[in-house]
């Protein structure tokens, strides 16, 4: 398995993930705005990598990659990366924005 191509397609899609999630950060609270960011966000960077990006996908499959292990490694590597932001944030609000 070669993490490091999963890894480039993760960085690819970063902007993409993250920028819808913020926009929808504007208009939702912030537990449903992780919620967002970690579920629907996932499937609007991958259909904003390929409708923008889509020439790369040769890259991938060159590799024996399928868009299907791509989308996955997507949702994995997002939770990994995102699960300790996650965390530490629902532990910031709770500390210090709890309505008692």
Known sequence: MNIRAHWQFYKDCFPFIYSFALVCLAFVDALTGLFI????????????????????????????????KLLLSLVIINAIVGLPFAVIFIIFKQLFFAND
């Open 37 to 68: 960011l970690f579920t629907i966000a996932n499937g609007i960077g991958f259909l904003a990598f390929s409708s923008l990006k889509s020439q790369e996908f040769y890259f991938y499959y060159n590799l024996g990659i399928s868009k299907l």
